[in-house]
T-cell receptor, first 113, second 111 residues
Framework: NAGVTQTPKFQVLKTGQSMTLQCAQD?????MSWYRQDPGMGLRLIHY???????DQGEVPNGYNVSRSTTEDFPLRLLSAAPSQTSVYFC????????????FGSGTQLSVL | QKEVEQDPGPLSVPEGAIVSLNCTYS??????FMWYRQYSRKGPELLMY????GNKEDGRFTAQVDKSSKYISLFIRDSQPSDSATYLCAMSEGEGGKLIFGQGTELSVKP
């Protein structure tokens, strides 16, 4: 059972570079979301989607882009990486759009130098 | 001020102790209340889920919600070293899919 799969697990970027964090789920979940986790800050919502073609902003959306062309995939794009985006990123999915009972991926540790 | 506040700890207890973890919140529209457990270098996993006010029990774990005080708690009875993890509270209005997390409390249970 794959669940929520995130790639890559680790990434180092230079300031100004762009990249895409991949997220895929095989549970046919409507709801998908991206969080970042920083020490002392807990999990903060970046963007979320309640279905294919529908996305919305969370608490900390600046510097990130998302799209949802299929039910399975929800990539997160960093447009121009900054050191402040150094963090651990988690993708999560849920069966319903209410956002409860999230299933999380194993995370991507990103460092921006 | 964050919508959800949680004491980050760390909290260290001896094996067998009763552990109390708490969160306060400011948004009275929150209806769904959850506790997630996160082991080191892993993604969070759902531990307890409660809708509206009241208590819910699952084995050694009890979740309480007091909407009048905007306060939720997680109790762990007979704590075990395997309970050592970070515990995150989370809340949702149930509309639009925004799930807001607390900062997480790091718990260590010593043998």
């Amino acid at each position: 059972n794959a669940g929520v799969t995130q790639t890559p697990k680790f990434q180092v970027l230079k300031t100004g570079q762009s990249m895409t964090l991949q997220c895929a789920q095989d549970m046919n979940h409507e709801y998908m979301s991206w969080y970042r986790q920083d020490p002392g800050m807990g999990l903060r919502l970046i963007h979320y989607s309640v279905g294919a073609g529908i996305t919305d902003q969370g608490e900390v959306p600046n510097g990130y882009n998302v799209s949802r062309s299929t039910t399975e995939d929800f990539p997160l794009r960093l447009l121009s990486a900054a050191p402040s985006q150094t963090s651990v990123y988690f993708c999560a999915s849920s069966q319903t759009w209410k956002g409860e009972k999230l299933f999380f991926g194993s995370g991507t540790q990103l460092s921006v130098l | 001020q964050k919508e959800v506040e949680q004491d980050p700890g760390p909290l260290s207890v001896p094996e067998g102790a009763i552990v109390s973890l708490n969160c306060t919140y400011s948004n009275s529209a929150f209806q769904y209340f959850m506790w997630y457990r996160q082991y080191s270098r892993k993604g969070p996993e759902l531990l307890m889920y409660t809708y509206s006010s009241g208590n819910k029990e699952d084995g050694r774990f009890t979740a309480q919600v007091d909407k009048s005080s905007k306060y939720i708690s997680l109790f762990i009875r007979d704590s075990q070293p395997s309970d050592s993890a970070t515990y995150l509270c989370a809340m949702s209005e149930g509309e639009g899919g925004k799930l807001i997390f607390g900062q997480g409390t790091e718990l260590s249970v010593k043998p």
